[in-house]
């Protein structure tokens, strides 16, 4: 496991507002180029504290990680709540795709932790406060907007006038902040956001497979959770948290959006909340007659859950070859360059973070809007002729640079891949199609003048 390249972007917004050049990824540039600008608030502080980063950000999604397992447990019915509680701390802790989430560096972990924050706050009534909170998630996470709409309906049924009311409180906040973006960055929408719209849709088919598919546990729970909606009827809370998962699959479905790794995280929280439910539901069901056995072997699965998955932790889990065979080469290959280098890119996160003073052309456009008006690297080369461009390495970009133009302006000098390989082999036919892990950077050779 290892922090997500996109995590990165977000941390070089917070360290450029620590060192007092603004939240900006480029120094004078004022484009928000993270839909995450509240996580990246929060990680300055860190810098300010002279914090270590990543390392201080990954504890933070840990106690993120411990609110949403109190958080889950306190919402729990009474009665099911030891079963419930059991199920899906044991779930929780072992999904792989969770644990990547935390290790990842991303906001994902806190804006659940925060949500289901929302929704205990709703449940008790403190309506005004939890769609203040929820509108300030939307800085932290776009479809904070999801859980907003969804507390003024359920207020609506309750009282009309009050949900108007916080409806209005909720508008005028909301406003107040995304004007203050706007006087900012001249921006309603995050460049990020904007440029992912360019991006190819993919199918209704493909967006589930991708937000459900993606851990094994998921799979599993996904009948249970079923179950599971059907008897959250009978809470309040657990009846919230399943229309709101309904509502975001429903909607990552009408858009299409690409989907990241982190897109589906509160999806996948919420199929194992409601699978654990579904799943001690039907076993009391079934075993109805055992419920003293069953409560006592529950009480021991708690007791021993937290040895198990330190034993599966330290006998199973393999460390990530990402850190110590890309991450830190190229920390210490950014050291050894002359300061603020332009380096063209795709991936933006780590070689961005870690070359601080770099400025980066970001073919992606996330950060740098002019690159959705050009035709791709040719056209960045071009008329920007950056120092560096660094790639993933490939079968499409080798044969991308094999055909270009600049095969005798740019020359690889260093490659990262997680196999610690610094092999130069420019030969693309025995490489992957896909993206991976693994890139190779080229430097701008030297201008010979032939003339006397």
């Known amino acids: 496991m290892h922090v997500y390249d996109d995590a990165f972007i977000t941390l070089r917004y917070a360290r450029n507002l620590a060192n007092g050049i603004g939240f900006v990824y480029q120094p004078n540039?004022?484009?928000?180029?993270?839909?995450?600008?509240?996580?990246?608030?929060?990680?300055?502080?860190?810098?300010?504290?002279?914090?270590?980063?990543?390392?201080?950000?990954?504890?933070?999604?840990?106690?993120?990680?411990?609110?949403?397992?109190?958080?889950?447990?306190?919402?729990?019915?009474?009665?099911?709540?030891?079963?419930?509680?059991?199920?899906?701390a044991l779930a929780f802790s072992l999904s792989p795709t969770l644990n990547q989430l935390c290790i990842g560096g991303m906001e994902t972990n806190l804006f659940i932790a925060l949500s289901l924050v929302v929704l205990w706050l709703h449940i008790q009534s403190w309506h005004a406060t939890a769609i203040l909170l929820s509108t300030m998630l939307y800085f932290l996470r776009p479809e904070a907007l999801i859980l907003s709409g969804l507390l003024i309906v359920s207020e609506w049924q309750q009282n009309k006038k009050l949900a108007i009311c916080d409806a209005v409180i909720g508008l005028c906040l909301g406003g107040l902040l995304i004007g203050t973006q706007f006087l900012l960055y001249h921006q309603v929408l995050p460049q990020s956001v904007i440029a992912k719209i360019a991006l190819s849709k993919p199918t209704v088919v493909e967006v589930l497979i991708a937000l459900l598919t993606s851990d094994p546990l998921i799979i599993l729970a996904i009948p249970f959770a079923i179950?599971?909606?059907?008897?959250?009827?009978?809470?309040?809370?657990?009846?919230?948290?399943?229309?709101?998962?309904?509502?975001?699959?429903?909607?990552?479905?009408?858009?299409?959006p690409h989907i990241w790794p982190w897109y589906g995280g509160p999806i996948q929280y919420a199929v194992l909340a409601l699978g654990a439910l579904g799943l001690l539901g039907l076993g009391q069901e079934i075993f109805i007659q055992l419920g003293w056995c069953i409560s006592r072997r529950l009480r021991w699965i708690i007791t021993v859950s937290p040895v198990m998955i330190l034993l599966i932790a330290l006998l199973i889990v393999t460390p990530s070859q990402i850190r110590p065979n890309i991450y830190e080469p190229m920390a210490k290959w950014c050291e050894s360059t002359k300061p603020h280098s332009a380096i063209m890119a795709y991936d933006i996160g780590a070689i961005g973070f870690y070359c601080?003073?770099?400025?980066i052309y970001d073919l992606a456009g996330l950060v740098w809007p002019k690159a959705l008006q050009l035709q791709w690297a040719d056209a960045v080369i071009q008329f920007y002729q950056p120092e560096y461009f660094f790639i993933n390495y490939n079968k499409g970009n080798l044969v991308w640079y094999s055909n270009s133009p600049f095969t005798k302006e740019y020359a690889p000098v260093i490659r990262f891949a997680p196999t610690g390989d610094q092999r130069l082999d420019l030969n693309p036919q025995s490489l992957p199609n896909e993206w991976v892990a693994d890139y190779i950077l080229f430097q701008r050779l030297p201008i010979i003048d032939s003339g006397k």
């Open 29 to 88: 540039e004022w484009v928000l180029g993270t839909t995450a600008p509240a996580f990246g608030l929060i990680n300055s502080v860190f810098f300010v504290l002279h914090l270590p980063i990543p390392e201080t950000t990954i504890a933070l999604n840990i106690l993120a990680d411990v609110a949403i397992l109190y958080l889950t447990i306190i919402i729990i019915p009474v009665p099911q709540r030891l079963g419930t509680a059991s199920i899906f």
């Open 356 to 359: 601080q003073d770099a400025y």
């Open 227 to 256: 179950i599971g909606s059907l008897l959250s009827r009978k809470n309040r809370a657990y009846k919230l948290l399943a229309v709101w998962c309904a509502i975001y699959i429903g909607l990552y479905g009408l858009t299409r």
